[in-house]
């Protein structure tokens, strides 16, 4: 069973920094687009960025340069750094995976797996 546990939401203001962590099990890690997905509050879910399995990225527009995608093999550990962060920014951030070599659709692919989600919060 696949299971995508996300954490390092929090609150922040305008201008900080925050990483997102998601920790990936029942899998072989390699072998999977893995992204990220954020919700606010009225709005669709939308994608921010994803990562093929030999490690290309892709990002959506409005955080292309302020947010960096990466994941760490040993740790099965997928990340979001994400900088210069803005009120905008604040939503429900899911972690997401589907079995596939590449992200077709780049950051808006179509996982089969979720994470729980996590909070972040940019106050002006």
């Known amino acids: 069973q696949v299971q995508l546990v996300e954490s390092g939401g929090g609150s922040v203001q305008a201008g900080g920094s925050l990483r997102l962590s998601c920790a990936a099990s029942g899998y072989t890690y390699s072998s999977y687009c893995m992204g990220w997905f954020r919700q606010a509050p009225g709005k669709a879910r939308e994608g921010v960025a994803a990562?093929?399995?030999?490690?290309?990225?892709s990002y959506a527009d409005s955080v292309n340069g302020r947010f960096t995608i990466s994941k760490d093999r040993a740790k099965n550990t997928l990340y979001l750094q994400m900088n210069s962060l803005k009120p905008e920014d604040t939503a429900m951030y899911y972690c997401?995976?589907?079995?596939?070599?590449?992200?077709?659709?780049?950051?808006?692919?179509?996982?089969?797996?979720w994470g729980q989600g996590t909070q972040v919060t940019v106050s002006s």
């Open positions: 990562i093929d399995s030999d490690g290309s990225p």
């Open positions: 997401a995976a589907v079995g596939r070599t590449y992200c077709s659709g780049g950051y808006r692919f179509y996982p089969d797996y």
